[in-house]
């Protein structure tokens, strides 16, 4: 599965739009962009994912560039509940495979 | 519809003891894969079952072993336990087939070995 790269660490004020970035260069046409969040000591939240297109669920929004080589992830008003961290995770369409977290982006809400 | 659901909440254990891990899966999905996190890092794959079978490992050494049952619900078994084995026990099910199947984490199971 293609590495991905993402910010330790960011700040969003609470009722702004939250920004998350990642880079994912080396991602192959059939593999999934996923994010994940894990709040303190509770298991990881699956937030979205996408393949090509740009996705938009009751949480967030996920925009993939046009050449798949990095997404964000937007919180369109974020607050207190949503400080985690946030893992963008590039996987395997099907089959047995998991998911490779990296060291993902400590996202604090500031009030 | 229950999530994942995972048991114990706590565990404490002292070197060199053997510990089960439990987990049922969401309902519909028939495949449970195990993670392990320990404190301060992201989640590291430990293997999937599907169908009964160890589908997929990560690395990690024999001591770290499961089960699946019929009714898709696993077991997490680790021998011989070290210190280093302390760790937040993550499970995550999926339907396999399903496109992207995606994966549904529980809450985890805190081991504490002493």
């Known amino acids: 599965d293609a590495k991905t790269t993402q910010p330790p660490s960011m700040d969003c004020a609470e009722g702004r739009a939250a920004n998350l970035p990642c880079n994912h260069s080396?991602?192959?046409?059939?593999?999934?962009v996923y994010w994940y969040r894990q709040i303190h000591s509770q298991g990881p939240q699956y937030i979205i994912h996408?393949?090509?297109n740009n996705e938009t669920n009751e949480m967030a929004s996920l925009i993939i560039t046009e050449d798949r080589k990095s997404s964000t992830l937007i919180l369109p008003h974020a607050t207190l509940r949503d400080t985690a961290v946030y893992y963008c995770?590039?996987?395997?369409?099907?089959?047995?495979?998991?998911?490779?977290f990296g060291t993902g982006t400590r996202l604090t809400v500031i009030p | 519809d229950a999530g994942v659901t995972q048991s114990p909440t706590h565990l404490i254990k002292t070197r060199g003891q053997q510990v089960t891990l439990r987990c049922s899966p969401k309902?519909?999905?028939?495949?449970v894969s195990w993670y392990q996190q320990a404190l301060g890092q992201g989640p590291q794959f430990i293997f999937q079952?599907?169908?009964?079978?160890?589908?997929q490992r990560g690395n990690f050494p024999d001591r770290f072993s499961g089960h699946q049952f019929p009714n898709y619900s696993s077991e997490l078994n680790v021998n011989a336990l070290l210190l280093g084995d302390s760790a937040l026990y993550l499970c995550?099910?999926?339907?396999?087939?399903?496109?992207?199947?995606?994966?549904?984490f529980g809450p985890g199971t805190r081991l504490t070995v002493l």
């Open positions: 995550a099910s999926s339907r396999a087939g399903q496109g992207a199947d995606t994966q549904y």
């Open positions: 080396t991602i192959s046409g059939n593999e999934y």
């Open positions: 996408g393949l090509k």
């Open positions: 995770i590039v996987r395997h369409q099907t089959g047995a495979n998991n998911l490779f």
């Open positions: 309902s519909g999905h028939d495949t």
């Open positions: 079952y599907y169908e009964e079978e160890e589908r």
